[in-house]
């Protein structure tokens, strides 16, 4: 049972044009979210992230959103830059239970085009 | 400021062969984990620990074996490897989070795995 799910496995688009990636998830129990970019031959590396008591979190080109009604989750990536073509995770933690671990999702193919 | 290292960086064994993997970190991080990355299935968390001397198991642990002798340092065995276990392996740290907030995990350059 996939508790982090990110559906679509690839996304393509024009550089300067917004990239959004999308993510649900199924535990309500989840209140902290991560989002992970990460290159070939690398390992993954932390983005932005967001607790559960907002909808918003902005980091330079880099927006996360919120929608705990919809267990729904986005990354906004505004403009695209060929740079920011890489395999993006999206990751969630049940902090309250005292847990560390992160769920990972299957992970998202961005490619930016020049 | 090495960080997190692992090594090998790649391996290639037989089926039915002992292989540990070797992650350390520089930052005196309480939390160590070990993923798996295998193509349709993402990240999936093998073992933890959060501290010296406390491990526990992930999602996909059977196969492996681990230890945590020093802070520093988290091996991963693979006691008699398989070839489902070819992959590439990440070992990642992090700090407690506290009461509030959560602090993201920090991975290494991964070691990808090939089991003949």
């Known amino acids: 049972d996939q508790q982090v799910k990110q559906n679509s496995p690839s996304l393509s688009v024009q550089e300067g044009r917004i990239s959004i990636l999308n993510c649900d998830y199924t535990n309500s129990m989840f209140d902290y979210f991560l989002w992970y970019k990460k290159y070939p031959a690398e390992g993954p590396t932390f983005l932005i992230s967001i607790s559960s008591i907002k909808d918003k979190n902005e980091d330079g080109r880099f927006t996360v959103f919120l929608n705990k009604s919809a267990k729904h989750l986005s990354l906004h990536i505004v403009p695209s830059q060929p740079g920011d073509s890489a395999v993006y995770f999206c990751?969630?933690?049940?902090?309250?239970?005292?847990?560390?671990?992160?769920?990972f999702g299957k992970g998202t193919k961005l490619t930016v085009n020049p | 400021d090495a960080g997190i290292t692992q090594s090998p960086r790649y391996k290639i064994t037989e089926t039915g062969r002992q292989v540990t993997l070797m992650c350390h970190q520089t930052?005196?991080?309480?939390?160590m984990f070990w993923y798996r990355q295998d193509l349709g299935h993402g990240l999936r968390l093998i073992y933890y620990?959060?501290?010296?001397?406390?491990?526990d198991k992930g999602e996909v642990p059977d196969g492996y074996v681990v230890s945590r002798s020093k802070t520093e340092n988290f091996p991963l065995t693979l006691e008699s490897a398989t070839r489902s276990q070819t992959s590439v392996y990440f070992c990642?740290?992090?700090?407690?989070?506290?009461?509030?907030?959560?602090?993201?995990?920090?991975f290494g350059p991964g070691t990808r795995l090939t089991v003949l």
């Open positions: 990751a969630a933690s049940a902090t309250q239970g005292g847990s560390e671990k992160l769920v």
């Open positions: 620990s959060a501290a010296a001397d406390i491990t």
């Open positions: 930052w005196s991080h309480s939390y």
């Open positions: 990642a740290s992090s700090r407690t989070s506290g009461s509030f907030g959560y602090n993201e995990q920090f």
